[in-house]
């Protein structure tokens, strides 16, 4: 049971909306999902169908009770029905930013998130984290409990340059905390045939990269729909099934499969 997690510390990238994709496409096929929304900014959370506001519980108290060595709340106490039956979800909302300052002062503090899943994994066929846009102990307790990571690039050339840090924390949660975790792959995000800049970033990444790091097939184009199906409560598949965009994921999810499977 795969725990894939999408990171990037570079915000608007398309986390969240690959993530709440991802999940559909992977529904699509049958596949039980369980969603673990690690962002304050709840946007997982607000994509799914879910009011952050009206949680009494969500993935804080557990972390929370992890840290203080309590069994309750556990992950299986907070997990919400989405509108896909196949697609569960553990709820965020603001209350997460402490955790970044409780977790400062505990004990194997990168490992928290692995902890609280342990009861959940073998319940689901795939676990997606979305991560929020920083490298701090929240992302790297994500990169701790993944297996994989798929990164999310904006095609400009700002967010490209970020990406050699990025993956220069990947390797580092990879030598000391994490041996298992693999880069599933390099997604480019918000595309434009139309530009010369967006293929030229899309070139230079794959000569830089693409000899050591995986770089999907799947390109996600730039389209206003990705930004109205959140307000609808829904993913780019479920609010624009037949877009370019919703295809581009259904791409991206068959490769996901693929790389599970072979």
Known sequence: MPVICIANQKGGVGKTTTVAALAEGLSEQGKRVLLIDWDPQACLTVTMGLNPDNAKLTGYNVLAAVIRERARPAIRDIVCPTGDPNISIVPSNIELAQAQLDLVDTVNRET???????????????????????????????????????????????????????????????????????????????????????????????????????????????????????????????????????????????????????
Request: proline share 4%.
């Open 112 to 262: 928290v998130l692995r902890r609280m899943l342990r009861g959940v994994r073998q319940s689901y066929d795939f676990l997606l984290i979305d991560c929020l846009p920083s490298l701090g102990l929240l992302t790297i307790n994500a990169l701790t409990a993944a297996d994989e990571v798929i990164v999310p690039l904006q095609a400009d050339f700002l967010a490209m340059k970020g990406l050699v840090r990025l993956l220069t924390t990947i390797i580092r949660v990879k030598e000391r905390l994490n041996p298992s975790l693999n880069i599933s792959g390099i997604l480019f995000t918000m595309t434009s045939s139309r530009t010369l800049h967006s293929k030229e970033v899309m070139e230079i990444t794959r000569r830089a990269f693409g000899d050591r790091i995986r770089i999907f097939d799947a390109t996600i184009p730039t389209s206003v729909r990705f930004k109205e199906a959140p307000a609808a409560g829904k993913s780019i598949l479920t609010y624009a099934p037949k877009s370019e965009g919703a295809s581009a994921y259904r791409l991206l999810t068959e490769e996901v499969m693929r790389n599970e499977t072979g």
